[in-house]
């Protein structure tokens, strides 16, 4: 072979290697992630969350809502336990709409426990599903089933770390982060940190949410769903588009160190 063809030849090769690192990078960027919202009530993740995990379903990810209890107790004219089957129907309908799977949790409205035993349930949920962005509610909130969601929450993403743990499933250490969801409760001290465009299904979140009786009304005198339909257009005017939610996180996670300005 002449020196200008080994040349060549060197050069394709070196070619062909870097295109495999750029292919090999592309389809790891481009593997599915799986994202787990946790909520208190059936309900409170659809409406909070159900945007963001329908647009991310729409990208290829895995998207999964944990309702640890059905909010049985929120409906005046039905019993506990009529409601209860009715809300289980309906979040199951919500999470197909939006393309979720949808988890329960096997707790009782207004009496979320917050003690170790409920933290190891979660755990053991956040080792089954194996998630790599869990959304639940923020720290602040009218409601004792939100605080403590939160705290669980919070407790038993580091509880599923652990091989001390025991359960079904090995520990799991790839959750990359945790958000907090933008809920009227929840609302003392919550800051948008991060803006996600959801144009793109705002439309089919409308209909996934009114599969819940108390967004339609006749439940509760608050407009659910006419305060998340204007809160997703207002959140999407101050990030430059027509729909966008919005999620905080802790302070510790706002601690980011750059090698320049971009």
């Known amino acids: 072979m002449e020196e200008g063809q080994l040349e060549e030849v060197m050069m394709l090769r ?9 292919l090999a990078l592309a ?6 992630r799986t994202i787990l919202a946790i909520g208190a009530h059936a309900a409170d993740m659809d409406l909070t969350a159900g945007a963001l995990l329908a647009h991310q379903k729409k990208l290829g990810d895995r ?4 309702h640890l209890t059905l909010g049985e107790g929120g409906n005046p004219k039905m019993a506990p336990a009529e409601y209860a089957a009715q809300k289980r129907r309906e979040a199951l309908a919500a999470g197909k ?7 329960f949790g096997p707790y009782a409205d207004a009496l979320l426990p917050n003690d170790e035993e409920v933290r190891r349930y979660v755990a053991g949920v956040i080792r089954q599903v194996k ?14 089933d939100h605080r403590y ?6 407790d038993a993403v580091l509880l599923a770390e652990v091989d001390t743990l025991k359960t079904a499933e090995p ?7 945790v958000y907090y969801a933008d809920n009227w409760e929840d609302s003392e001290d919550f800051r948008p940190y991060l803006y996600i465009d959801v144009s793109d299904v705002f439309d089919a979140w409308k209909e996934a949410i009114r599969e819940y009786q108390m967004v339609r009304g006749g439940i509760s005198s608050f407009a659910y769903f006419d305060y998340y339909t204007a809160r997703l ?11 966008a939610v919005a999620l905080d996180v802790e302070e510790s996670a706002k601690h980011r160190v750059l090698d320049s300005l971009r």
Not at 149 to 154: D, F, K
Not at 233 to 243: D, E, M, P, T, V
């Open 233 to 243: 257009a207002s959140l999407g005017a101050l990030a430059g588009r027509k729909y």
């Open 97 to 103: 709409a939006i393309g979720a799977e949808v988890l």
């Open 27 to 32: 389809s790891a960027a481009a593997q599915p």
């Open 131 to 144: 998630p790599n962005y869990v959304v639940t509610h923020w720290k602040n909130s009218l409601h004792k």
């Open 14 to 22: 070196k070619f062909d290697a870097a295109l495999l690192v750029l």
């Open 149 to 154: 969601t939160h705290a669980i929450v919070s």
């Open 63 to 66: 998207v999964v809502m944990l």
């Open 171 to 177: 520990a799991w250490r790839g959750v990359r982060g």
